[in-house]
């Protein structure tokens, strides 16, 4: 059973940024791709971005290419998220998830296809 806390929400003005950490516990995190996925108020959760097991391989949804970055450090069981450059529109709350595998494909893109979630942070941009 893996454990996942997210941390590092909040309220930023447009432009500012944030960097959202997840904290996991339980089996072997290198066993794990993890992956940030976000639910505006009224909306589906839908997918942000994804990183491999090894952290050599990334992928961003096209609305957060070049202003956020997925990153984890396996040493500390975290997974990072650093959003700059936001936007009103990136408000939601962000949830961490984790997939089990060390293989890489569309799955790790789908909320379906994920096997823990965190409880999600909230992040709030004012305009």
């Known amino acids: 059973q893996v454990q996942l806390v997210e941390s590092g929400g909040g309220l930023v003005q447009a432009g500012g940024s944030l960097r959202l950490s997840c904290a996991a516990s339980g089996p072997t995190f290198e066993g794990y791709a993890m992956g940030w996925f976000r639910q505006a108020p009224g909306a589906e959760r839908k997918f942000v971005a994804a990183?491999?097991?090894?952290?050599?391989?990334?992928f961003h949804t096209d609305s957060v290419k070049g202003r956020f970055t997925i990153s984890r450090d396996n040493a500390k069981n975290t997974t990072y998220l650093q959003m700059n450059s936001l936007k009103p529109e990136d408000t939601a709350v962000y949830y961490c998830a984790a997939r089990l595998g060390t293989g890489w494909g569309n799955i790790f893109f789908r909320t379906d296809g994920m096997d823990y979630w965190g409880k999600g942070t909230l992040v709030s941009v004012s305009s």
């Open positions: 990183i491999n097991w090894s952290g050599l391989v990334t």
